[in-house]
């Protein structure tokens, strides 16, 4: 009950009233059941309604025969997620957690949890961190394929996420938590924050412009 009222909760904030999406859900918490007894079903389903993306959380729950620090059975498992979304022809995004100690010591590309493979097979790796300020968090990129992006900061505003243009993604190292990489602080800090407030505020005004025009 909780994921369905936090999803409504999503879907009417992002999209407003409207009566659905092509969101499917399959809570499989309690039933115990393996990839290669799923395996299957994904695949058809996935064909069946078009599905572009298919999202695995979390995915330890799909490792339980295998050691999540062992290479061999590590990439077994991300093998059959490959074999999945090409016979699915979708793409695929895992979740996977962090390793125990302060993370924000290590390059975030290794700061997952048991063997390199978990960090080495993906084309593309998201990492949050903590950010100094408590509603806030920063979001890093490891791309293969595509052109780099800069770190983002994200505020936490109920029940989504939203750019924080005017936060430094540049951690100070000050709080005391995992995540966060420290980091120096940029000299020209205090323009870039200008600039950056300076443009959520010609975004804002656009935004209330536009509202105004509408009414109108």
């Known amino acids: 009950f909780a994921f369905r009222?936090?999803?409504r909760a999503i879907q009417m904030q992002k999209f407003g009233n409207v009566k659905s999406i092509d969101l499917y859900v399959w809570n499989l918490r309690g039933f115990?059941?393996?990839l290669a007894e799923?395996?299957?079903?994904?695949?058809q389903f996935c064909l069946d309604q078009g599905i572009g993306l298919i999202i695995i959380d979390p995915t330890y729950k799909l490792n339980m025969s295998g050691e999540e620090n062992a290479a061999g059975d590590v990439g077994h498992l991300l093998n059959e997620f490959e074999m999945i979304a090409r016979e699915a022809d979708a793409s695929l995004c895992f979740a996977h957690h962090f390793a125990k100690g302060n993370a924000g010591e290590k390059d975030?590309?290794?700061?997952?949890?048991?063997?390199?493979v978990w960090a080495r097979d993906p084309d593309?790796?998201?990492t949050i961190n903590n950010h100094e300020d408590e509603d806030k968090t920063i979001f890093e990129f490891d791309l293969r394929n595509f052109k780099k992006i800069d770190p983002m900061v994200f505020r936490w505003e109920y029940p989504i996420?939203?750019?924080?243009?005017?936060?430094d993604p540049i951690h100070k190292g000050t709080k005391k938590s995992t995540g966060g990489r420290p980091r120096k602080v940029s000299p020209d800090r205090e323009k870039r924050e200008?600039?950056?407030k300076k443009e959520l505020e010609d975004e804002l005004n656009?935004?209330?412009t536009n509202e105004e025009i509408k009414e109108t």
Do not use: N, Q
Not at 38 to 43: A, Q
Not at 109 to 115: E, H, L, Q, T, V
């Open 32 to 34: 115990g059941v393996s």
């Open 5 to 7: 009222d936090r999803r």
């Open 38 to 43: 799923i395996r299957e079903r994904i695949v």
């Open 161 to 167: 996420w939203v750019h924080a243009l005017e936060a």
């Open 124 to 126: 593309a790796i998201v």
């Open 194 to 196: 200008k600039i950056a």
């Open 206 to 208: 656009k935004e209330e």
């Open 108 to 116: 975030s590309i290794d700061r997952a949890s048991g063997s390199g």
